[in-house]
């Protein structure tokens, strides 16, 4: 995923009006706007479906009075080493930034994945999203492998991990 600005204003509601919670059905539609508004090579839809009704997966929004304005989605992938925990998409609209929406939803998501996967954590991100790196580098995620080529548009990704022991510390 390579971040791009968000084209579109929710509402201008007051921060305490934030409230987080488990996307409901009738919420997928808008937290795919979201998707589209921040990314240049957007998932289409139906993986959005399929993390909704996946039993390991969990979408996780942010909301205001007007609406959506963010969200996490978080999964459990099985791999030759075996299970991990994996964040799939995260965002957050452009006027709603820089107020821990993010790091409060990567908060929740990690808690489901220790849930129902007690594993490492990963997640891929592009090598020229400075914000996310720093993101996920305030969370305890580290680099572990550069993924050339990863996105469609030939970008690199680094594949970053936080691991199970550096989870369970506060
Ligand atoms: C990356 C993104 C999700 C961050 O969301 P956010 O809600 O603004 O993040 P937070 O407010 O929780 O940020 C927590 C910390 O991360 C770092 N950070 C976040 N955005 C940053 C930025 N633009 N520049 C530098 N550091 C940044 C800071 O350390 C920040 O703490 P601080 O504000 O006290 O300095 C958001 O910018 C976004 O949606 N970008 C487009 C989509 C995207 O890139 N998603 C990730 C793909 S892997």
Not at 3 to 28: D, K, M, N, Q
Not at 29 to 52: D, E, I, K, L, N
Not at 150 to 165: K, P
Request: aromatic residues 10%; positive net charge.
């Amino acid at each position: 995923m390579t971040a791009r600005g968000a084209s579109r204003v929710v509402v201008a509601a007051p921060e305490r009006a934030l409230e987080t919670h488990r996307c409901r059905w009738r919420e997928l539609a808008a937290v795919y706007r979201v998707h589209r508004a921040c990314f240049p090579y957007p998932y289409p839809f139906w993986r959005f479906v399929g993390y909704q009704l996946s039993p390991v997966s969990c979408i996780r929004v942010a909301t205001v009075p007007g609406g959506i304005i963010g969200y996490v989605v978080a999964t459990v992938t099985e791999h030759v080493t075996g299970r991990r925990g994996e964040i799939i998409s995260l965002a957050v609209l452009e006027p709603w930034r820089r107020r821990r929406v993010a790091t409060r939803l990567l908060r929740e998501a990690a808690a489901f994945l220790r849930r129902v996967c007690s594993a490492d954590v990963y997640l891929q991100v592009a090598v020229d999203n400075a914000a996310a790196q720093e993101l996920y580098d305030s969370l305890g995620f580290r680099k572990v492998e550069r993924l050339i080529g990863y996105y469609l548009g030939g970008e690199d990704a680094w594949l970053m991990c936080r691991s199970v022991e550096r989870a369970r510390r506060p």
